[in-house]
C-alpha cells in the first residue's frame, strides 16, 4: 500500500512538474514578442546621423535596443553609460549647463534629456523631423522665435548646439512649470506633447515610446546627481 502511495505521489510531482515547465514555455512564447515589440532602437547612419523608433527596426547594421518599457536590461545600463563618456559628452555640457542655469534647471536634468535624445549628437535628425542636442521640433523653435526665410535656414539655426540647448531648456522649463515642477510630468510633455499629457488627465501617456523615454531620462539623471 505505502509502496504503490509513493509511486502515485512521484508520478502525480512528474505531472505537475511537466505541466509547469509547459506553462512557463508559453508564457515565454507568448510574451517575449509583446516585450520586445515595445523596445526602442536607434542606429546612425552613415551621415552621422541618429535615427530612433520603436516596433520594427529599419533593415540596417548597427541597430541598438534600447530596452523594454520600465526595463533596464544590461545591454541598457551598458549603452547609457557608454553615452555619458561620449566625445560629445564633454563638448555638448557646458553648452547644456549654461542653457539649464539660464532656465533656472537642474543642469543635470538637461543634459539628462540630451543623452536621451541625440546621445549628444549635434546633427541627430528623427524620423519625425526633431533636430540636434536636444531634438527639437521646428514649430517648437518657431513658438520661440526662431522663424527664418526658408525651412533650410531655420534647420541650420535649430542645428546650432548653443541655441539647439536654449531651445530645449526654455521648453522644459515651460514645461516643469505648467506641470507643477513634476519631472515624469514634464519629460512625458517633451516627449508627447504637454496636450497629450493634458488629455490623459496630467498623467503620463499610455505610450510605450514615451514611458520608455520617461524612464531612460531618469536613469540618466540619477546617473549623474549620484
Not at 538637461?110 to 541625440?118: D, K, L, M, P, R
Request: hydrophobic fraction near 45%; glycine fraction near 8%; aromatic fraction near 8%.
Amino acid at each position: 500500500m505505502m509502496r504503490r502511495l509513493s509511486v502515485c505521489l512521484f508520478w502525480h510531482f512528474r505531472v505537475l512538474r511537466f505541466r509547469g515547465a509547459v506553462v512557463q514555455w508559453l508564457l515565454m512564447v507568448l510574451l517575449a514578442p509583446a516585450a520586445h515589440a515595445q523596445e526602442v532602437w536607434e542606429f546612425v547612419d552613415r551621415n552621422g546621423v541618429t535615427h530612433m523608433g520603436n516596433g520594427a527596426p529599419p533593415p540596417s547594421r548597427g541597430v541598438i535596443w534600447l530596452g523594454g518599457v520600465g526595463v533596464a536590461s544590461p545591454k541598457t545600463r551598458a549603452a547609457e553609460a557608454s553615452a555619458l563618456r561620449l566625445p560629445g559628452y564633454e563638448l555638448a555640457k557646458p553648452l547644456l549647463e549654461e542653457a539649464a542655469m539660464s532656465q533656472s534647471l537642474e543642469p543635470a536634468l538637461v543634459i539628462a534629456v540630451a543623452a536621451a535624445e541625440s546621445a549628444f549628437n549635434t546633427d541627430a535628425v528623427s524620423r519625425k523631423g526633431a533636430l540636434g542636442l536636444m531634438q527639437v521640433m521646428p514649430a517648437t523653435a518657431e513658438r520661440y522665435g526662431i522663424a527664418e526665410k526658408n525651412p533650410h535656414e531655420a534647420r541650420r539655426a535649430v542645428l546650432e548646439p548653443k541655441l539647439n540647448a536654449q531651445i530645449g531648456s526654455r521648453y522644459l522649463a515651460d514645461l516643469m512649470r505648467m506641470f507643477d515642477g513634476d519631472k515624469e510630468l514634464a519629460l512625458a510633455a517633451y516627449n508627447a506633447g504637454e496636450g497629450a499629457v493634458l488629455k490623459h488627465g496630467r498623467r503620463i501617456p499610455p505610450y510605450p515610446e514615451t514611458q520608455q523615454y520617461v524612464e531612460r531620462v531618469l536613469r540618466f539623471y540619477r546617473a549623474l546627481t549620484r
